[in-house]
């Protein structure tokens, strides 16, 4: 199977600060990555798929990167708003593997 | 609109076996394309896929699951069962069901999501 490895596992910036989350896939999976938002006792929320497309009615200082096997989520400036645990999963191929999760705190 | 909503036990004993149904609307599970995962979390965990399902019957499972799963679907019902055998402590936590974006390339990308079923699991 294909694992994916995020990082970090925890991060805690500042309001307006960029922030930037990494995910490594083991074998190539071309551009087959989401990202997934989690707010506390909230159901995931999709943000991103196809690496780097924006799902409907996500803000746009929410933005992804990447192709082969390093992909990134990029929040240009970040809100409260934005506290959360983020999830990458590659869907190229079952099984359609999450990331290990991210979880980002205001400083 | 499209909704799915989990249910089944809240809380089943070491070694039995956990039955969830998924109950879905807004779309149909013998629409081309339409297909629905099955994903847990664990308390203040990752969430991990275990499963799914597409109009097609097509099947996959977790690897390291693979032995203790079963999918299955309703369509005149509108459901999707899954089953999980010789429960353990370390199964407790939310069951979520989700439907996997339809025709969207590769496998398992998910538009929407229920809003999960805790299990946990206890002598």
């Known amino acids: 199977d294909i694992q994916m490895t995020q990082s970090p596992s925890s991060l805690s910036a500042s309001v307006g600060d960029r922030v930037t989350i990494t995910c490594r896939a083991s074998h190539d999976i071309i551009n087959y990555v989401a990202w997934y938002q989690q707010k506390a006792g909230e159901v995931p929320k999709l943000l991103i798929y196809?690496?780097?497309t924006l799902q409907s009615g996500v803000p746009s200082r929410f933005s992804g990167s990447g192709s082969g096997t390093d992909f990134t989520l990029t929040i240009s400036s970040l809100q409260p708003e934005d506290v959360a645990t983020y999830y990458c999963q590659k869907y190229k191929s079952a099984p359609p593997t999450f990331g290990q999760g991210t979880k980002l705190e205001i400083k | 609109q499209v909704t799915l909503k989990e249910s089944g036990p809240v809380l089943v004993k070491p070694t039995e076996t956990l039955t969830l149904t998924c109950t879905v609307s807004g779309f149909s599970l013998s629409d081309a394309g339409v297909g629905v995962s099955w994903i847990r979390q664990p308390p203040g965990k990752a969430l991990e896929w275990l499963a799914y399902i597409f109009w097609n019957d097509e099947i996959s499972f977790s690897t390291s699951l693979n032995s203790r799963l079963t999918i299955s679907k309703d369509t005149s019902r509108s459901q999707v069962v899954l089953t999980l055998t010789d429960m353990d402590p370390l199964d407790t936590g939310t069951y979520y069901c989700?439907?996997?974006?339809?025709?969207?390339?590769?496998?398992?990308?998910?538009?929407?999501w229920g809003q999960g079923a805790l299990v946990t699991v206890s002598s």
């Open positions: 989700a439907r996997i974006w339809p025709f969207s390339s590769g496998r398992g990308l998910i538009d929407y």
């Open positions: 196809a690496a780097s």
